[in-house]
């Protein structure tokens, strides 16, 4: 039986890139499917990326069949385990790649230098390098942490739409890890404003007494990050804050351009 023309020219064909545009597709699906949430159905992704029904399908019907998606009683297609193990993968590649900067970040600030990424609603930390003082901060690289509470997770969520982050602090709830900590989502989208104006997000002793934390985005990134510095309240003060802010951003888009250039 011949070969469907449709089907055989979808499968083979270049884009413009040069790379394979079903693999291209796919991809484009996957993260369709992770901007929404992790579960749509076809109508919504033929909706969203202009591709047609049938080809959407046939795309989905091999990332069911390789474990990447599957397919819900309701009909939905939801993002598949076998995901989990690439991410976590590239999550501990991406801290690999950034330990240079976060050593040079210590280097130049004196403080335990960070980085964390936005996982679903929880900030995860997939690097850290420590200051070299004899009191410094320590947080275990994999630690999990709501995102209210912390510099990183005001710098990750500073670039979300307010909906979304209402919507988000819904879901998690916002416990108060001291007193310092926000617990309004009102108080805690003011927040994000200043980060927004400023450039630049503080911990002030929300996530801990006696620290404090300085954080920016990684601009840019393939995946949502940000680095930040932490160390006790009375090292990073606020003439420290001037001096680290311009440190942080600086290596910020260093490691933003190291990114882009490896293709990571």
């Not at 990326?49 to 049938?54: D, E």
């Not at 819900?72 to 501990?92: D, F, H, T």
């Not at 929880?122 to 690289?141: C, D, G, L």
Request: negative net charge.
């Amino acid at each position: 039986m011949p070969t469907s023309s449709a089907s055989t020219n979808d499968s083979a064909k270049s884009s413009a890139s040069g790379g394979v545009q079903s693999l291209e597709r796919a991809f484009d699906l996957l993260e369709r499917m992770a901007d929404a949430g992790g579960e749509v159905g076809l109508s919504e992704l033929s909706a969203t990326s202009g591709l047609p029904l049938p080809t959407i399908h046939r795309l989905m019907r091999t990332l069911v069949a390789c474990g990447y998606v599957r397919q819900q009683p309701n009909r939905r297609y939801a993002l598949g385990p076998r995901l989990i193990r690439l991410g976590e993968s590239a999550s501990r590649l991406l801290g690999t790649w950034a330990r240079p900067y976060l050593a040079r970040l210590v280097e130049e600030t004196g403080e335990t230098a960070n980085m964390a990424l936005l996982d679903g609603d929880e900030i995860v930390y997939v690097a850290q390098v420590p200051s070299k003082h004899s009191m410094r901060m320590f947080t275990e690289v994999g630690r999990r942490v709501l995102p209210h509470s912390t510099g990183v997770g005001k710098a990750l969520l500073a670039g979300v739409p307010d909906e979304e982050v209402r919507a988000l602090l819904a879901r998690t709830g916002m416990p108060a890890a001291t007193e310092k900590t926000i617990t309004t989502p009102d108080g805690f989208l003011a927040a994000l404003e200043d980060v927004r104006r400023l450039g630049y997000a503080v911990d002030d002793n929300e996530q801990e007494i006696g620290v404090r934390c300085l954080a920016v985005p990684v601009p840019d990134s393939p995946t949502a990050a940000a680095i930040s510095i932490s160390g006790p309240a009375g090292r990073v003060t606020e003439a420290a804050t001037d001096r680290i802010v311009p440190v942080l951003q600086g290596i910020a888009v260093e490691l933003s351009e190291a990114l882009a250039s490896s293709g990571a």
